[in-house]
């Protein structure tokens, strides 16, 4: 166990645990966009910086991916930080002017537009963090979607953007995405569904004739389980 | 070459292949880096062989080939030993004219010597030049001396004798307290303490433990570590071995860009005969210590330079930096301690175990020790590669060594420590150069390229060039950087395009401070300096620019105009001939005027006009 303070209250931690998840099991709330329980931080967003005070060196760092130690402390609200925070929120909003996700959050920040940045106007509402691509690879285990280019061109995609082999139709990725960049489309019917630009055929349930699944995710899961497909033809609520 | 089995024997080669060298016989040098290959150098080459074949010369005199000397404005050089006479801008067909002349009759070529443009006195030997003559070439003047494809050359020079003593009569911990107590410190940009970098590593928990050389040389104008590890290969692969002794790893890895062919060929060859003469491998030298490196060549991503972002590379995935709060030497390639230095560093190790950490920190200042080579690039009269010992004035590296501003024309600043260093302007001129000193006035050593600048640069659109370059080499992982930096370069481009807003010089000030503190990788967190450090000198160009719409240096098309100084004006038509547009015209020696609308501000006709008769406002 480790000693510090956050926002000048005295808190004991277990040693490994991120200055995020220390802070959040104390009911301090940093801001974020690309932290998800379930996946390993990123620090792409930086909207959760925090100043650190660590012996004589103060220093701004990512509070997803830094770790408690004996000693430090943590001032998550201070000029510094909220100046960082500012400007990157003000730059998402420029570049995804559209979405309301990061309307919110703005305006539970208190952050104004910064009219200097003329807004992009591809209706993309991809802040790229990463969210989609670490569920598909390290969730799901499929990898069917990545980046592709760099800097201020990278976007996310199937590679060379064709239609992807290897996706499982899952609708993880749309799933998980904070800002609904990624779209997923049902027929009516409820018999197929697109997403990454591929179409994907819907199982039926055995018990209440419900489409429920996608075939390949179904054939997906029993490839990796071992569990026999007609094990696997019963939807959860008939289950 | 037979493997070499210790020590002794190893000192016995290099006494043989010393005694093989002699020191009075006839000897022709001339460079191959790739800037004189550039100049056509191979077909000179050629050409020598020819002439020394036809002439039945071979045995007599030598003839070597070797790597970038570093007077790269005025190659193709030949140097003919033993008096070191000095051959510049060499035509392609003058081999067999040097030969009977110089090499046979000891004649001097007159229209081949440097001619020294303060003195207007020609130069007849090497050391005379003043461009070398204040230098201190301690790990680039091995350069001259060795053909980087032969083994033989290197050991001829003593090569391989530090790792000799290395291996033999040091532990491990006595060569990194040495390297400690030499205080070399990272030529690669951090300036961070090489000898506590390998203590870290050696100390870390696990295996195996990595040695990296990073040689993803990637600032615009920098070319020291392609020179090194072109022209002497040998020398910084004995600094890894040592290195790697020293630390206890036995797998090594050369990060080079894919760009850079000739080096990659020339340590490619350096491995595999080091390889065959028992220097590295197995049981090296005989000594039970193995150790071997593989090459890897980068695919052009200016941030695989960063060391987070070179694993990342090196392990197979995209060049993405990650957060460092855990020490590579902890954690680097695949999780496991790793111990990166640049090229240059690594070409330091030997000469620091050879002479010992006492002489070494006997150069330099008190905080950077030995010697540092920059690439001095621009507006300078003598472009090429400058070694000099820390501390050394900047003055005397852009007016002794480097020859001054062509044209005669006013310095204004000299960016340092690559895209994402600062302009210092001339106020700072007599500071001495090292890792500090660069710090304190908001610019960085860098890798050490130089970059001069005169009154016709505009030092905002200097910012937004080096701006631009980081945006579109921005890995695109982190939000300030992907989308701060290029908010910040369409701030200055509207500045430039006479868009500039009130409020704009400060809002990029405070973009930059926000973006310092948060960006993930060094790349973005030094972005701003190019923009803070023109703003924090040159504030009135900015003020200028925005305010009074005007471009003082004139560089910025859209706030320039181009007229005619009547005055000055003779009617010589010139300005009239080189117009691509038909926008200056008139009548022969009337005066000429141009019109604006027709005008692309090219500059052809200021730069062909001799009587100084352009006006560009």
């Given at each position: 166990m480790v000693n510090l303070t956050i926002d000048n209250k005295k808190i004991e931690a277990e040693a490994g645990q991120t200055i995020l998840e220390v802070a959040r099991e104390n009911g301090i709330v940093i801001p974020t966009l690309?932290?998800?329980?379930?996946l390993d931080a990123t620090g792409s967003c930086r909207l959760c910086v925090v100043e650190v005070k660590h012996g004589k060196r103060t220093r701004i760092v990512t509070s997803c991916l830094y770790q408690v130690a004996e000693g430090l402390t943590v001032d998550t609200k201070s000029e510094r930080v909220l100046a960082a925070r500012r400007l990157v929120l003000q730059l998402l909003l420029a570049r995804c002017p559209e979405s309301e996700q990061l309307q919110e959050v703005a305006k539970e920040m208190g952050v104004e537009p910064e009219p200097r940045f003329t807004p992009d106007k591809d209706n993309v509402k991809c802040i790229l963090c990463r969210m989609c691509v670490r569920t598909c690879e390290k969730i799901v285990g499929v990898s069917a979607i990545g980046f592709s280019y760099r800097g201020t061109e990278k976007n996310v995609c199937t590679p060379f953007k064709e239609d992807s082999l290897t996706c499982i139709g899952c609708g993880a990725c749309a799933y998980v995405c904070p800002t609904g960049h990624i779209e997923m489309e049902t027929t009516e019917t409820g018999d197929a569904r697109t997403i990454w630009g591929r179409t994907f055929k819907m199982k039926t349930c055995k018990v209440c004739g419900r489409y429920f699944a996608p075939e390949d995710q179904l054939a997906y899961i029993s490839s990796k389980t071992g569990v026999p497909a007609d094990n696997l033809a019963v939807c959860i609520s008939c289950r | 070459m037979t493997k070499i089995k210790s020590f002794n024997e190893l000192k016995s080669v290099q006494e043989r292949f010393k005694a093989g060298r002699d020191p009075k016989k006839p000897c022709i040098t001339i460079c191959v880096g790739t800037g004189c290959l550039a100049y056509g150098t191979q077909k000179l080459v050629d050409n020598f062989r020819e002439e020394l074949a036809k002439r039945n010369l071979a045995d007599k005199i030598d003839f070597r080939t070797t790597g970038c000397h570093g007077f790269c404005e005025r190659g193709p050089m030949v140097v003919i030993a033993p008096d070191k006479v000095f051959y510049q801008r060499v035509g392609l067909a003058d081999a067999g004219e040097i030969i009977d002349k110089t090499v046979l009759k000891g004649e001097i070529i007159d229209r081949l010597l440097y001619v020294d443009p303060a003195t207007g006195q020609k130069v007849v030997h090497e050391d005379d030049v003043p461009f070398y003559k204040k230098q201190t070439r301690l790990v680039f003047g091995q350069n001259s001396k060795v053909d980087p494809e032969s083994l033989e050359d290197y050991l001829a020079i003593g090569g391989y004798a530090a790792l000799g003593k290395a291996l033999t009569g040091m532990k491990p911990e006595e060569i990194i307290q040495e390297v400690i107590k030499a205080n070399l410190r990272g030529r690669g940009g951090g300036g961070f303490p090489a000898g506590w970098k390998w203590d870290s590593t050696r100390k870390a928990e696990g295996t195996p433990k990595y040695v990296i050389c990073n040689a993803d040389e990637g600032d615009p104008g920098a070319y020291m570590d392609r020179s090194l590890l072109e022209g002497n290969p040998h020398l910084v692969l004995e600094g890894m071995i040592i290195g790697a002794y020293a630390i206890g790893s036995s797998q090594g890895y050369i990060y080079a860009r894919n760009e850079y062919p000739l080096a990659i060929k020339n340590i490619t060859r350096a491995i595999e005969k080091a390889r065959e003469a028992g220097l590295l491998g197995e049981n090296i030298l005989g000594s039970g210590f193995s150790f071997d490196v593989k090459i890897n060549r980068g695919g052009g991503a200016f941030v695989c330079g960063e060391s987070s972002a070179l694993f990342a590379s090196l392990e197979g995935r995209a060049g993405e930096p990650r957060a460092k709060y855990v020490h590579a030497t902890d954690?680097?390639?695949?999780?496991k301690p790793t111990n990166l230095n640049n090229v240059e560093t690594w070409a330091n190790v030997p000469f620091i175990i050879e002479k010992g950490a006492d002489w070494y920190a006997s150069i330099g200042t008190a905080g950077s020790k030995g010697t540092k080579i920059f690439s001095l690039v621009g507006k300078?009269?003598?472009t090429g590669l400058v070694e000099v010992p820390m501390g050394t004035k900047l003055r005397e590296i852009v007016f002794d060594i480097g020859g001054g501003i062509p044209g005669g024309k006013k310095f204004k600043a000299i960016q340092t420590g690559g895209p994402s260093g600062g302009c210092i302007p001339e106020k700072y001129l007599d500071m001495g150069v090292d890792f500090d000193e660069l710090t304190k006035i908001g610019s960085m050593m860098g890798s050490g390229g130089m970059i001069v600048m005169d009154e016709d640069n505009c030092m905002v659109n200097v910012a937004k060039y080096f701006t631009n370059f980081l945006v579109s080499e921005s890995c695109g992982k982190c939000v300030p950087c992907r989308e701060g930096i290029r908010r910040m370069r369409d701030i200055l481009a509207d500045i430039t395009e006479g868009?500039?807003?009130?409020g704009d010089v400060e809002l990029l000030e405070k973009m930059s401070t926000a973006i310092i503190d948060g960006a993930l990788c060094a790349l973005g967190s030094s972005a701003p300096n190019p923009v803070l450090s023109t703003i924090r000198y040159f504030r009135d160009e900015y003020v200028a620019h925005i305010?009074?719409?005007?471009?003082p240096a004139g560089v910025c098309k859209d706030l320039i105009t181009y007229s005619v100084n009547a005055e000055k004006c003779t009617g010589c038509t010139v300005c009239s001939k080189v117009c691509p547009t038909g926008a200056a015209s008139g009548e022969r020696k009337q005066v000429h005027k141009i019109d604006v609308v027709k005008?692309?501000?090219?500059g052809a006709c200021r730069e062909s006009c001799k009587f100084d008769a352009i006006i560009v406002r």
């Open positions: 690309c932290a998800h329980e379930s | 954690k680097g390639l695949y999780d300078i009269n003598n868009k500039g807003r009130e305010k009074e719409k005007r471009c005008c692309t501000k090219c």
